[in-house]
């Protein structure tokens, strides 16, 4: 095909506006690789990409940012799975001897790990509570932080962020499962329990109250009856 | 639009493919008027421009691995890839007859294949651009610019542009063939 048919596909297709025989083609022309005009592909893709430039610039709500951070931390999970995917893909393939291992030992040494899990970020969640009943209500949780903000939560804290320093320390495997399976636990039961923690903090603060108005009406009280006698 | 990172474009992006959150702010923070202007335009509600802006960041970061470290060309994959998904969602809304949306779908229809031969561009230098491309819309006619709009911003493929200007689909064709050619050689003169 003459490179000005060529071409003339190549804006349409840029466009989006191709019928399917001629995206057909097109491909086909592509995947035939002689002497197909890339470098004008480029340029349409390009001069298309500068079309909205030309518009007045308007600005989004300044809270769209906070939902995307909130859209992110909820797909976390999925890109803790890509990155072991793509681990998993680089890792070499584990000696026989290893495939041969038996499953029950498997699941023990799993269960007790993850039992070992469940009792730290109990303690922690329990310790958690202490500390908050003492502290202000608005500086306490890191991962609230996160969904709040981008730049809220440092990157340490990031689950994605610490996925990928685990990484690239590459320590040995069974410890990277561990921290990982830790912090996921950690932010979900901290994501999960934050409402309830807040309830009861509240309602410690209210019985304060309650409490110190009794004292003083007591007082006063007192006070009265012994005027009156 | 003007930011103070000194990072450029490309190594924002290089710190997005090691997931790094605050370098996704920060292309955020740089791009996200661009991305929302061409949005708006396409989808012309304001709550669904912003959703889908939001959503733009989140492909982003989810297919981060799609794009080429090679060319570079951070500004063209990210307007490509909102308008891809500006009119995914208006042609849904409208319901036109689509395929379930996944994350295959997503790869091939969503996210951006560009020439391996593409020269790269940044926002900073684009933004320079802007009178001259003004300059060459202007210098097309009333009907070239109008097959431009709908295709551009509205859309639609050349049926539906025949069918509202009622004319065959074929005169569609070369109209915006022919207009699509002339700007290329206004911009590339205004160079």
Known sequence: MEKKKILDLIKLEVLRCLNDKDKANLESIKAEGNDFPWKELGDYQNLSALLPI???????????????????????????????????????EPPVEEISFPVENIQEVETAEQIEVEEKVLVEVEEGVQYSSNESMNNKDDSYRFVGKFKGKSEVENPFRKAVEIETKEPPKAVVDKELVEKIARDYIKSHLERELETLRSTINKNKILSFILFVVSLLLIIALFFIK | MTDNNPLTDAEIMLKVAGYDSKALEQLYDRYSPILYTLIKKIVTEKESAEE???????????????????TNNVYTWLVTLSRNKAIDVLNRKVGKLMPDYDDDYEKEHIVPKLSPEIQALELKEVMNKKEKLEKAL?????????????????????????????????????KLQVAFGNLMQKVSEAN
Request: no cysteine.
């Open chain 1, 54 to 92: 030309s518009l007045e610039l308007k600005y989004p709500a300044s809270d769209m940012k906070d939902k995307t951070a909130m859209k992110l931390y909820n797909i976390r999970e999925l890109i803790k799975a890509k990155i072991d995917a793509k681990k998993a893909l680089e890792a070499p």
């Open chain 2, 52 to 70: 889908i802006l939001s959503d733009v960041f989140v492909i982003v970061w989810r297919q981060i691995d799609q794009f080429d470290f090679k």
């Open chain 2, 138 to 174: 202007n210098g097309l006619t009333d009907a070239q610019k109008y097959v431009l709009d709908l295709s551009y911003y509205g859309g639609m493929d050349l049926t539906e542009i025949a069918g509202k200007m009622n004319i065959p689909a074929g005169t569609v064709k070369s």
